[in-house]
């Protein structure tokens, strides 16, 4: 059985997974969002909170921001915040998806004060980023239509390509854009950014600090995610993921929950694609807890990712190419089957106790008392986001 190298131990040494703020807010469906006991009445909270996910994995050095669920008066005291709690403010999300002006579209509106009104939030967003030290900006654009003719699809793209050049142009030298991209939702009909080929035309048309970011929840079932992987890192245009998993549609469950053969496929074409511990591709969580514990539910997230990485690295790379060279396609599968049901989770318990961490750190968070604790000083949590 193949076990884990101490260069593959560097290589999970070095990796890091952001945690998204909203994943510790209180979220839900369209049909009921249910409270947790200790959820984070601010973004402080919810700081502290992702704090103690790296605190029992070492695996979690950020968290990003959503901007305007995550504004307070000074984000260099929320960067110190974050800091003394040993983390880092990281990718700071825009969001135009919950202003009435943005019904028909924000930086494709044929309104051009509307679309200015969300240039200008995405360049607010640019002095967040200043402020925290922020690298990324990343936008997700809930635009698109409903029916058949309702919108110029044309005129969208181009409208929103301008829209993105002004925001663009204020980026910082050391700063970036990711452009998020999703097939539907909340339009049904059509969206301006469905698929990695159209960020892929808009964010190169901008140049080199634009890049796709790809959400794994935002795919028609039975899409093969693993080659827009592979694809985006052979055009050097696979700026992040937001990692998460889905049953239906954007489910935004654990990642590696419904489907770890698939985080294992898309961690190989990292792993093949140079793109791990690579600073231009961030690991990013997406998700939302509706019934479970946030914390305990990231902590969860970020050791399967870690799970994954480790079994995706355990991949005989030499008699995969030696079995694909020489056309035995059942030899070729078979290397890659072994990596993925090999169980390495007894080898990285013992790999984080030699790095002074529990070996389980579910069992070590369930044990630490913070969970009650917070459940009896906070009340009043707030909602993730939505609705808020
Ligand atoms: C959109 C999305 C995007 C948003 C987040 C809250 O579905 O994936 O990344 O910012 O959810
Ligand atoms: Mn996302
Ligand atoms: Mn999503």
Known sequence: ???????????????????????????????????????????????????????????????????????????????????????????????????????????????????????????????????????????????????????????????????????????????????????????????????????????????????????TGHHAPGTNIEFIVMQLLRLGKLGSFDFNSRFYADDDLIVGAADPFQLFRILFEVVRGGGLNNPDVAFMLDQCHNVEDKIPGQIRSVLNVQEMTARALLVDRDALTAAQKSGDVLAANAVFMDAFYTDVRPALAEWRESRGLAGDPMAAYAASGYQQQIAAERVGGVQAGWGA
């Open 1 to 215: 059985m193949s076990t884990l190298s101490p260069e593959h131990l560097s290589a999970l040494e070095q990796q890091g997974i952001e945690l998204p703020s909203w994943a510790f807010g209180n979220s839900g469906t369209r049909f009921k969002v249910f409270g947790t006991p200790g959820t984070p009445r601010d973004p402080w909270e919810k700081i502290a909170d992702a704090a103690q996910v790296n605190k029992y994995t070492a695996l979690a050095p950020s968290v990003a921001l959503h901007i305007p669920w995550d504004v307070v008066d000074s984000y260099s005291d929320l960067r110190r915040h974050a800091e003394d709690l040993g983390v880092e403010l990281g990718t700071v999300n825009s969001n135009t998806f919950q202003d009435d002006d943005y019904k028909f579209g924000a930086l494709t509106h044929e309104d051009a004060a509307i679309r200015q009104k969300a240039i200008d939030h995405h360049l607010a967003c640019i002095d967040v980023m200043d402020a925290t030290g922020s690298r990324d900006l990343k936008i997700w654009l809930a635009e698109g239509s409903n029916y058949p003719g309702q919108a110029d699809l044309r005129g969208r793209q181009d409208r929103l390509q301008e829209s993105l050049q002004q925001i663009y142009a204020r980026l910082g030298d050391d700063q970036r854009l990711v452009l998020e991209y999703k097939f539907f939702e909340p339009a049904f009909y059509h969206t301006d950014v469905p698929d990695w080929g159209t960020s892929y035309a808009q964010v190169s048309s901008l140049g080199h600090k634009a890049m796709v970011c790809l959400d």
